[in-house]
């Protein structure tokens, strides 16, 4: 698993973006988590952040990507190409 945490304007880390290679049949998926900043007291945790990637590159279910994590989705699409050595077009975005 290869994974970045993303981070607002002031350098609090708001979310995570990951990507796993699915070793029954070599499919690479990416899948992000993202803290809501909007609601009082909510705090990004990092394990809790990695596991609910873990549960939707397992479970493979979709949600819409937040608008400001769409670039750092695509690099990490990029970059689980590369680091994997699948096509780009093989590479699942969840």
Do not use: T
Not at 5 to 34: H, L, Q, T
Not at 44 to 72: C, H, Q, T, W
């Amino acid at each position: 698993m290869i994974y970045r945490y993303v981070r607002d304007s002031k350098n609090n880390p708001i979310g995570v973006v990951g990507a796993v290679k699915d070793e029954d049949n070599g499919d690479v998926v990416v899948a992000w988590s993202k803290c809501k900043q909007s609601w009082p007291g909510d705090r990004f945790d990092r394990e809790k952040g990695l596991a609910i990637v873990l549960n939707r590159v397992n479970s493979r279910r979709s949600r819409p990507v937040p608008m400001g994590f769409n670039p750092y989705v695509c690099a990490m699409a990029y970059r689980a190409h590369k680091y994997f050595r699948v096509p780009l077009e093989e590479v699942i975005v969840l």
